[in-house]
């Protein structure tokens, strides 16, 4: 891969990270929230960021829909 897919590598290693502490949290006895199955919509954006970066490299906009399917996950995983 080329140097300009960093950024949505580090996107999809945020998201993939926030994801196992949201699943984790679902399936603790004490865990509250959505289900897990919820957060796994958060992979849509991160695919269409991929999509965008894929197609149309020197676009920004690719990494960031990426970034803010991160932020989608990043949040609730804090609040976790």
């Known amino acids: 891969m080329s140097r300009r897919f960093w950024p949505i590598w580090l996107a999809t290693a945020v998201c993939v990270a926030a ?18 199955a919820v957060y796994l919509l958060g992979v849509v954006p991160l695919a269409l960021g991929w999509l965008l970066a894929v197609r149309a490299p020197a676009s920004p906009v690719g990494a960031a829909v ?11 995983a804090l609040n976790a």
Request: aromatic share 10%; glycine share 6%; no cysteine.
């Open 19 to 36: 994801e196992l502490v949201l699943a984790l949290n679902a399936f603790h006895p004490a865990g509250e929230g959505w289900p897990a």
């Open 66 to 76: 990426a970034w803010l399917a991160a932020s989608l996950l990043v949040v609730p």
